[in-house]
């Protein structure tokens, strides 16, 4: 199968051009300054993270144009940072387009989704009052909306995911990588279950590692050596660690991002020359 060769190839890439690790590595370290706020006070946490959000906003469709167009070069010889600036810079307008239009999209989504619950719910509440409860047909409506949006928003995920590769490898401009990128899906849709399949699975373990360690670089679990302030009774019984110890975790994180980025860059760019239109 595509899928389990490509991640062989894949590692053959990286294998032959660590520089990948090095350019994954280097942009997870700009999670370490939100974990050290993060660990000092929970509002200068929630200041730097909205500003690195700004910054990862801006700087993230260079990174991504770069890092897929290092990654196309690693599958057949070598790769270079100067390929990252090069094509980073080439391709930054066009993925910034397609980022900002997903971004409207589903802020939209999101907006009217709460407003048509909120209008449920009052309706529910409503009705609740003057029946004795709410209706079982009432909660089930809510309750299909809520799936509605979660399959809504996974699927246009699923669909649209190359829409960068096409960009940079295709050459092709915002509004048509994204056609071209659903139109690959469509047509190599076995394919493409068995890759998201597995990224998404690696994904949701690296991310539940990485929220456990946002938990506990929190402040509520660390503290100055010597604090005489109560830990609250809900939190008596788990681990307390320091800034130091929040940091290491996160580096620990960063180099676990930095491997799985690694390979993943190189894996997706695999899959896709698989499935595009042949030229």
Request: glycine share 12%; proline share 4%; net charge neutral.
């Amino acid at each position: 199968m595509v899928v389990i060769q490509a991640l062989s190839t894949a590692g053959s890439a990286v294998k032959r051009n660590p520089v990948l690790f090095v350019v994954v590595a280097a942009f997870g370290m700009l999670q370490i300054p939100g974990t050290v706020a993060q660990s000092i006070n929970p509002v200068l946490g929630s200041v730097v993270s909205m500003g690195l959000s700004g910054v990862l906003m801006l700087v993230m469709p260079f990174f991504f144009g770069g890092l897929i167009a290092m990654a196309n070069e690693s599958i057949d010889g070598q790769t270079s940072i100067d390929t990252l600036i090069a094509e980073g810079k080439d391709n930054y307008i066009s993925i910034l387009v397609v980022y900002i239009g997903l971004i409207a999209l589903y802020s939209v989504l999101i907006f009217v989704g709460v407003f048509v619950a909120a209008i449920v719910a009052t309706f529910v509440l409503g009705f609740g009052s003057t029946s004795g409860g709410p209706s079982f047909a009432a909660l089930a409506v809510i309750g299909v909306m809520g799936l509605a949006g979660i399959f809504l928003y996974l699927g246009s995920i699923f669909f649209i995911q190359f829409f960068a590769h096409a960009i940079v490898l295709d050459d092709l401009g915002a509004v048509d990588s994204v056609k071209r990128s659903v139109g690959c899906v469509r047509q190599n849709l076995l394919t493409v279950f068995g890759y998201s399949l597995i990224v998404g699975s690696v994904g949701a373990i690296a991310g539940g590692v990485g929220a456990v360690i946002s938990l506990l670089s929190s402040s509520s679990f660390t503290g100055p050596a010597g604090s005489t302030t109560p830990t609250p009774e809900p939190l008596a019984s788990l681990p307390t660690i320091g800034t130091a110890e929040a940091v290491g975790l996160t580096v620990v994180l960063v180099l676990v991002s930095t491997f799985t980025g690694g390979i993943f860059s190189v894996y997706s760019t695999i899959v896709y020359r698989s499935i595009r239109p042949s030229v």
